[in-house]
C-alpha cells in the first residue's frame, strides 16, 4: 500500500489520486496546496470528503469593478472628443489654418485617453499599482499641456 507513498497525492475534497507532479486535482481542480492529503492517513472504510477545504480569504473585486465600468465610460466620453476634435482639425488642414497648436492640443488629449485606458487596464485587473501610477503620469501629462496650451492663447 505505502509503495507508491511520494508519487501520488490524494485530493482531500473528492478522493482522486493525482500525479506527484500535478499541481491540482486533475477531478475538481483544487490546488494541491489545499487540496493534498497524506494517503496514509486516509481510513479506507469512510466516505466524502477527507477533510474540508479552505478557500482563500476573500478579496473583494467591487471597487476595482466599478471603477472599471466608470473608467469605460470615461473611455467612450473621449473617443467622442477625440473624433469631433480630430474632424475639426482635418476641416482646419482642409482650409490651410491648422496651427502646431492644434495638433499639440489633440496630441495631448490623445495622451489623456492613453492614461484612462491604462487606468481601465489596470482596474480590469484587480488594481495594479504600477498601472494606476502609469494612467495617472499619462492623465497629468496631457491635462499639463492641454493646461499650458490654452495659457499660451491668451
Ligand atoms: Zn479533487
Redesign the pocket.
Known sequence: MSTLAGDFWV??????I?NAGARQ??????PRDR?AVDPESIDPSSHGPLRTIELPAFKGSRWAAALASILILAVAVMSIVQFSLGRQLVDYQARGIATAEDYAYVGSIIIVAIGIALLVAAAANGGGVLGFLLGGLFIALGVGRITLLRKGRR
Not at 11 to 16: E, H, I, K, M, P
Not at 25 to 30: A, H
Open positions: 485530493c482531500g475534497d473528492c478522493r482522486s493525482n486535482c486533475y477531478n475538481c481542480r483544487t487540496a
